[in-house]
């Protein structure tokens, strides 16, 4: 009877649990601050409890004495990742990055290697915080009561991603992360930017994989604003509606939020012709979002990495770009003009430098590779990352409404003048696959 008593209390506090929505994590040794829960290196992940590290193996726990909040840490010479259970929603996460002893250099990306912050590098002794704003997502499409109506049909390569498992997944990483405390909020309030496209956008798990869309995040002020990355790599606008992700987005989209729209590069190939099915869809997903009190945003998608005699991009996308300026200025909807940005940008690159964007790698450059990879669509960090900085500087050229929540991050970015890639800081992920995305 004990026995049977002590698993319903058992069962009882770990569904509590798995509806929690607030999280204090004292990361460190065993001294712990009040309220906190303790996290030191052996704190693998238990679905039980529903938090916890995914792998232990190198990780570090240092106490310095003092305050038992920041005066402990835990650190890795490897990236490491803390998972949490918790329900879909935006949340603000603040973090204690720091050593009271020494200094330290971190990089904080979250799920499928969104980026967050930056080589966060703290003085010795210093502890600094900071605030992130995370979008968690799961397949579940919910009415307005929170009824399950529906599922996205996932992809069988999306049942390995980090932002369909029902876990928030932070990424420590750099050459000396020291994570002290985190501390998990629901934000209830923030302007959602539901981003939709295809593998160019989409959160790429693995290296050298990425787009702009997953760099994004960076280049806004949390709290005030979340990136929920819905693109998926192969997918036109008729396969978005087909697997039910645009239905997931409607029965979340609040008055207020924003919906960029970027497709053309599989659309292109899938037999649709700009006159029909493209230029129907499109329409139809302005005046719903419109509906739905949410700003649609359309961005024309960017060029290839093909180039003519004289090292002038060449248009590989037929008229779909024309089709997307002229249903904006029909529809009288902003417009992120990327076809044109990385046009400029590309050829400030020329040919050779601008396989430094894209997945251009010698043999054996990542693990099981055998052969080089010389992708002329799909971007690596660096390019992804530029990109999204000329997506920014759209936004900031054209004073559109989402200009007062740039933040810091973003500098004026002259596409004629890219940055230098030697410089560009991007300490790689764990995850590597040699793999190309679906769609080219």
């Known amino acids: 009877m004990k026995n049977r008593i002590g698993f319903l209390m058992f069962f009882i506090c770990s569904l509590m649990f798995a509806q929690q929505t607030t999280f204090k994590f004292d990361f460190g040794g065993n001294r712990v601050e009040k309220g906190f829960i303790p996290i030191t290196s052996t704190s693998k992940f238990d679905k039980k ?21 920041i005066g402990d840490f835990i650190t890795s010479d490897k990236p490491f990742y803390f998972s949490v259970a ?19 250099e971190t990089t904080v990306r979250v799920e499928n290697r969104r980026l967050m912050l930056n080589d966060i590098k ?32 996932l ?50 798990q693995y290296e050298p994989w990425a787009s702009w869309g997953q760099m994004l995040p960076y280049f806004f002020v949390p709290n005030e604003v979340v990136i929920a990355n819905y693109a998926e790599s192969g997918e036109t606008l008729k396969a978005f509606e087909d697997r039910y992700r645009i239905d997931k987005i409607w029965n979340k989209l609040k008055t207020g939020d924003y919906l960029f729209i970027q497709f053309g590069h599989n659309d292109q190939k899938a037999g ?12 139809e997903w302005i005046q719903k979002a419109k509906q739905l009190g949410a700003i649609p945003v359309l961005v024309t998608s960017m060029n290839r990495r093909v180039f003519d005699e004289n090292n002038k991009i060449v248009n590989t996308l037929d008229d779909f770009p024309d089709a997307m300026r002229e249903i904006a200025k029909e529809e009288k909807v902003d417009l992120i003009d990327l076809n ?63 200009k007062k929540y740039i933040s810091k991050n973003y500098k004026n970015f002259n596409p004629n003048k890219p940055d230098d890639v030697e410089k560009f800081h991007w300490p790689e992920s764990v995850f590597m696959e040699s793999l190309k995305p679906d769609g080219n």
């Open 49 to 69: 409890i529903g938090y916890g590290f995914m792998d232990i193996s190198g990780l570090k726990s240092i106490d310095n004495g003092g305050n038992a909040l």
């Open 340 to 402: 044109a940005l990385s046009k400029t940008l590309f050829e400030a690159m020329d040919p050779e430098k601008a396989k430094k964007a894209f997945v251009h790698y010698p043999a054996n450059a990542y693990p099981n590779q055998p052969n080089a990879l010389a992708d002329d669509t799909h971007f690596n960090p660096y390019g992804a990352y530029e990109l999204a900085k000329c997506v920014v500087k759209s936004i900031d050229d054209q004073n559109l409404p989402l």
């Open 272 to 283: 649709n012709s700009t006159k029909s099915g493209y230029r129907k869809r499109l329409k």
């Open 155 to 204: 992809k069988p390569r999306e049942t390995k991603y980090l932002h369909w498992d029902n876990l928030l997944t932070i990424e420590f990483n750099d050459k000396a992360p020291k994570v002290c405390s985190v501390i998990i909020e629901p934000n209830k309030t923030a302007k959602t930017i539901y981003l939709t496209g295809d593998s160019t956008v989409v959160d790429a």
């Open 86 to 104: 918790i329900p879909e929603g935006n949340y603000d996460i603040k973090l204690n990055l720091g050593d009271t002893k020494g200094t330290s």
């Open 122 to 153: 703290t003085k010795l002794g210093e502890i600094v915080e900071k605030q992130i704003s995370v979008h968690v997502k799961d397949s579940i499409i919910r009415n307005q009561n929170g009824e399950k109506i529906g599922i996205v049909k």
